[in-house]
């Protein structure tokens, strides 16, 4: 089982960057897909973006297409999300997750995912 501890989020204004890191402590990290999701107040949470295993394929949800760029660094355990341009609408707690099955391409629901972090508040403000 991985322990997965985000980092990154803070209050931003509308147009910024953040970048949001997710750190593995565990040794399956390398040999399986992860992904971000985000969960608004009184929203369900939703898939964001994922990575394959290999990192070769991603996957994003329509909304932040061009926008966020996942990506991962086996070497440091540590998987990313890239965010430009935020929204207002980005506003949300987010969460990065590991894929329950090694080896898969990249996964979008979360019943796919069985190893959560704790979540970080990103606020984008108008």
């Known amino acids: 089982q991985v322990s997965l501890a985000e980092s990154g989020g803070e209050l931003v204004q509308a147009g910024g960057s953040l970048r949001l890191s997710c750190a593995a402590f565990?040794?399956?990290?390398?040999?399986?897909?992860m992904g971000w999701f985000r969960q608004a107040p009184g929203k369900e949470r939703e898939f964001v973006a994922g990575?394959?295993?290999?990192?070769?394929?991603?996957r994003y949800t329509d909304s932040v297409k061009g926008r966020f760029t996942i990506s991962r660094d086996d070497s440091k355990n540590t998987l990313y999300l890239q965010m430009n341009s935020l929204k207002p609408e980005d506003t949300a707690v987010y969460y990065c997750?590991?894929?329950?099955?090694?080896?898969?391409?990249?996964?979008?629901?979360?019943?796919?995912?069985?190893?959560w972090g704790q979540g970080i508040q990103v606020t984008v403000s108008s």
């Open positions: 565990g040794d399956t990290f390398s040999t399986h897909g």
């Open positions: 990575i394959s295993w290999t990192g070769a394929s991603t």
């Open positions: 997750a590991q894929a329950e099955i090694p080896y898969r391409p990249t996964v979008v629901a979360t019943t796919d995912y069985n190893s």
